[in-house]
Nanobody
Framework: QVHLVESGGGVVQAGGSLRLSCVASGDTFSNYATAWCRQAPGKEREFIAAISWSGISTRYVDSVKGRFTISKNSANNTVYLQMNNLKPEDTAVYYC??????????????????WGQGTQVTVSS
């Protein structure tokens, strides 16, 4: 069982930056991959980035490549999402998520079992 808490969302103008944090508690976080997903109003939840349990491997969807960076600090059980050059279409609730098993690297939202409560990101034009 993994418990996740996101923070760092807010309102920012287009071109601005935000850093999201996801703090995990419960099972051994260092054995789990972690993803960031987002859900805009009226749309399905979308996978945007993931980092492996070791922190060595990362994946991004094309729409955020070069703008977003996912990183991990296993010492404090935290995964970050640095978001630069934000666009209005990035507006959504952002969630961190962990898959049902350790040492599994998943690149779709449907493969994740444990979710945080989400943090709202709003980008104004």
């Amino acid at each position: 069982q993994v418990h996740l808490v996101e923070s760092g969302g807010g309102v920012v103008q287009a071109g601005g930056s935000l850093r999201l944090s996801c703090v995990a508690s419960g099972d051994t976080f260092s054995n789990y991959a972690t993803a960031w997903c987002r859900q805009a109003p009226g749309k399905e939840r979308e996978f945007i980035a993931a980092i492996s349990w070791s922190g060595i491997s990362t994946r991004y969807v094309d729409s955020v490549k070069g703008r977003f960076t996912i990183s991990k600090n296993s010492a404090n059980n935290t995964v970050y999402l640095q978001m630069n050059n934000l666009k209005p279409e990035d507006t959504a609730v952002y969630y961190c998520a962990v898959p049902p098993r350790s040492h599994v690297f998943v690149t779709s939202a449907g493969g994740y079992k444990y979710w945080g409560q989400g943090t709202q990101v709003t980008v104004s034009s």
